[in-house]
């Protein structure tokens, strides 16, 4: 059983670019979330989504960020006109979430974004 | 108030020697503890999760709860070099997402 994909591993943007950070979850899983770790800090929730529905955004920045999980396809967080700031590993989790299958969280390896 | 609070550390444990690493949490209502794994670099890894008082014991690694004193508990017993790493405790606060603690840095000291 493949555990949580993400991709890129690595991402390097200028400032003022797009990133685009994919996660596909683990088989059978179908609650994705998102954090935000930056250096020598704890991690922060971001997002959490099911198959085309936001659940709850409430640690999402107002602006520039946005996530999806479509009904195809992996979930997607997108980061508009980056600034340094943005400059962080990012990391999706997925759950099964249910009685049966319990509600823990695994982790993907991450995508280390970098804002130059 | 923080949801969730671990001591940062760094801890220092000799090697083959328990270590025991806590953590406090805010709301009683709360009802799963998760503890992880991060490697420096890397992301985390679940090692133990609990959802009822008392303890629970996988390998070298037992969790404990204890609801009346809002207490999260990892007991790494018979410490290996490779079990350093930073600890991360986390829970359900009635919502949707898991709220991590800022975790406790573990040193094995061979």
């Known amino acids: 059983n493949a555990g949580v994909m993400q991709n890129p591993r690595h991402l390097v943007r200028r400032r003022g670019q797009e990133a685009r950070l994919r996660c596909s979850p683990m088989?059978?899983?179908?609650?994705v979330y998102w954090y935000r770790q930056l250096p020598e800090e704890g991690l922060k929730f971001m997002v959490y989504?099911?198959?085309?529905?936001?659940?709850?955004e409430s640690g999402m920045p107002k602006e520039r960020f946005s996530a999806e999980f479509p009904k195809e396809g992996p979930s997607i967080l997108r980061i508009q006109q980056v600034v340094r700031g943005d400059s962080a590993a990012y990391f999706c989790?997925?759950?099964?979430?249910?009685?049966?299958?319990?509600?823990?969280?695994?982790f993907g390896p991450g995508t280390r974004l970098t804002v130059t | 108030q923080k949801e969730v609070e671990q001591n940062s550390g760094p801890l220092s444990v000799p090697e083959g020697a328990i270590a025991s690493l806590n953590c406090t949490y805010s709301?009683?209502?709360?009802?799963?503890f998760f503890w992880y794994r991060q490697y420096s670099g890397k992301s985390p890894e679940l090692i133990m999760f609990?959802?009822?008082?008392g303890d629970k014991e996988d390998g070298r690694f037992t969790a404990q709860l204890n609801k009346a004193s809002q207490y999260v508990s990892l007991l790494i017993r018979d410490s290996q070099p490779s079990d350093s790493a930073t600890y991360l405790c986390?829970?359900?606060?009635?919502?949707?997402?898991?709220?991590f603690g800022t975790g406790t840095r573990l040193t094995i000291i061979p």
């Open positions: 986390a829970g359900y606060f009635g919502n949707e997402k898991l709220t």
């Open positions: 989790a997925s759950s099964p979430r249910d009685r049966v299958e319990g509600y823990e969280q695994y």
């Open positions: 709301d009683r209502g709360s009802q799963s």
């Open positions: 989504l099911q198959k085309e529905n936001i659940i709850d």
């Open positions: 609990i959802y009822s008082n």
């Open positions: 088989k059978g899983h179908s609650h």
